[in-house]
């Protein structure tokens, strides 16, 4: 489980805060990242956070990779529902 985001830290400028926190979130998420997972956000502020803010305050390795493969939950759940429903059915 990932630490929350730090989006309080952020918005209101609370640096050196939100860059600790947001070390800790994308430590922990860049090696699910590296494996090729999708990282599922469910809140909006959550996912530009991570695919854009944490950028700007921290561009490591690990803040690029897990901004890559940040997914709004929404997007990623429809993008599967398109894609089965453009696969082929076989016929027994």
């Known amino acids: 489980e990932a630490p929350w985001t730090s989006y309080p830290a952020i918005a209101s400028g609370r640096v050196v805060q939100a860059r600790k ?3 800790l979130v994308t430590e922990a998420l860049a090696p699910w990242a590296l494996l090729g997972y999708p990282l599922l956000v469910l809140e909006p ?3 530009l956070c991570l695919s854009r ?3 700007y305050y921290l561009d490591s ?3 690029r990779i897990v901004a890559r493969h940040a997914r709004d939950i929404g997007d990623f759940l ?3 529902q398109t894609s089965a429903s453009s696969r082929p059915t076989s016929r027994n």
């Open 45 to 47: 502020t959550d996912m």
């Open 53 to 55: 803010d944490y950028l």
């Open 78 to 80: 429809l993008d599967l």
């Open 21 to 23: 926190q947001i070390r």
């Open 61 to 63: 390795p690990e803040a």
